[in-house]
């Protein structure tokens, strides 16, 4: 017995003189901790660590020690504490001891004693440390003297380098430091011209540019070197975002934005990401998006210099639909109709991947924008979405495209299945005869030639308007196949024609389909 009580002695006396405070079985660590405490900015931070959960101190403090007896301090917060204090300007250096009460939320822990050490220096540099902007405002940095403004000498070196520079050849109270110099961290070193006494202070220059595979965009680079194109797959070009600067973390987002030229609509994407020195921000976006793209970013709350840049679109090979229309069993139509509307462009100035040719407003998006057609509430892309209008999509992705395009010809099937019925029930049943249209033949119950409702809905996609070449003249609205009650025959009607400058203009849109194919 007597020699367990022994082992609980020794063990006591090791925490006490470990720094530790013991409270039943409650264990709190405690410092020791140093700073430095200057005139006009006299704080000190304190900290500390419990075993087994957070801790915090509560009420009035005391520290005391060289011309520093009874000086008030006050900690009252959880985790990490900040004394402040009163300290006399002419006090030169001090060491001091602060007393608190550790404590959970739901008690008191009892006394707990913090050593701190601080040097009371009477010549500074402040802000001790600030962020600027790279190509923004410049940061700047002021000697006092105690509470007055101190004429010093100056110098500076990027941090962690040997060689200093930009002593100035003349004793000023201040420096500024030019935001136009390269985005590092540096060290700024003043130096009293009255009693060599010296201070440091630091300013993170920080800047942001994106990459791209060996492609470097900033906010210098040339107007016509800032395009990333949307592939042919297609696919968003990889964008990171790097910050160039200090250690700290900086918040950023993209957004992009284009508006048609003919209607009335303007896409959008965007999204928001963190990023640091070590670790760039990867953007990545939920869809296919193209137009003017913004980069902003700030640290520590200092907006930094965005950059623009342009996302343009490359076109699919005719190879990449057919395998793509193929892997959604599409039929043969579908693949004509988008290489009649476009030859498969579903962007202006590009006929196929890797192949940039000059297209529409060049000046400002070395064409490969999206493919409208030129008129008010026109197609828009390789199916030449109009009516309904395109989604913001089938804008920049030829697939999305597609799918409207597809929904679309299934409206065009219904409208032409009604329609045919229509004059089937008019002829009494009669068989169509067959006709050919651009080596293709059409004709019910036929093995050799394809159904009369593929030629009808064909037409439709392109409208019903008809030209008729024995009047050269638009004559109204028909069906590719329509039963004359007058003669009790079967009639075709497979031009169509659109209007244009007050008249119509002849479009053999079907023939033009099937020769597509």
Known sequence: ???????????????????????????????????????GNNTCTISGTRIDENWRLNGDAKCSGSGLSNTSVVVNTEIQGVATGTIPQSTTSFTFEIYGTASTGSGTGGPVRWHVTGTNKNYV????????????????????????????????????????????????????????????????????????????????????????????????????QRFLYITGV???????????????????????????????????????????????????????????????????????????????????????????????????????????????????????EGALVVGVDTTVCKGATPNEANVQDGG??????????????????????????????????????NLLNNQMALSNNTAIPATTVGGVTFQDNNPDARPVLEACLIKAYNGLATWSDATNSHIGNRNYAQWNTTTNRWEFFPINCYPSGGGWVRNPYLEGVCLAR
Request: net charge negative.
């Open 1 to 39: 017995m007597k020699k367990s009580t022994n082992i609980r002695i020794i063990v006591l006396l090791i925490f006490i003189l470990e720094g530790f405070y013991v409270n039943g079985d409650t264990v709190y660590t405690t410092g020791p901790v140093s700073g430095n405490m200057n005139i």
């Open 125 to 224: 540099l402040t802000p001790n440390r600030q962020t600027i902007a790279h190509g923004g405002q410049p940061g700047t940095i002021f000697a006092f003297k105690g509470t007055t403004p101190e004429s010093s000498y100056w110098r500076a070196r990027i941090l962690g380098t040997a060689n200093w520079s930009n002593w100035t050849s003349t004793a000023s109270t201040e420096r500024n430091v030019n935001s136009s110099v390269s985005p590092e961290q540096y060290e700024i070193e003043g130096q009293s011209a009255n009693t060599g006494e010296n201070d440091i202070a630091y300013v993170d220059v920080y800047d942001i540019r994106v990459v791209s595979g060996n492609t470097i965009i900033t906010r210098n680079t040339p107007e016509d």
């Open 234 to 352: 297609p696919a968003m070009p990889a964008i990171s975002v790097e910050l160039l600067g200090g250690d700290k973390e900086a918040d950023a987002s993209i957004n992009i934005n284009y508006t048609l030229r003919h209607r009335e609509m303007t896409t959008t994407g965007s999204s928001d990401g963190e990023l640091s020195k070590d670790h760039p921000w990867v953007v990545e976006l939920d869809e296919i998006r193209g137009g003017t793209a913004t980069v902003t970013a700030q640290v520590d709350g200092v907006q930094l210099q965005s950059i623009e840049f342009y996302i343009r679109g490359l076109n699919p090979t005719a190879q990449t639909v057919r395998e793509y229309f193929d892997s959604i069993e599409a039929e043969w139509y579908v693949y004509a109709i988008a290489n009649r509307e476009t030859g498969f462009r579903q962007m202006n100035g590009i006929s196929t």
């Open 380 to 417: 828009v892309g390789m199916f030449q979405i109009t009516n309904p209008a395109p989604t913001a999509n089938s804008v920049w992705d030829w697939r999305a495209n597609t799918t409207q395009g597809l929904a679309i010809i299934d409206l065009k099937r219904t409208l032409a299945t």
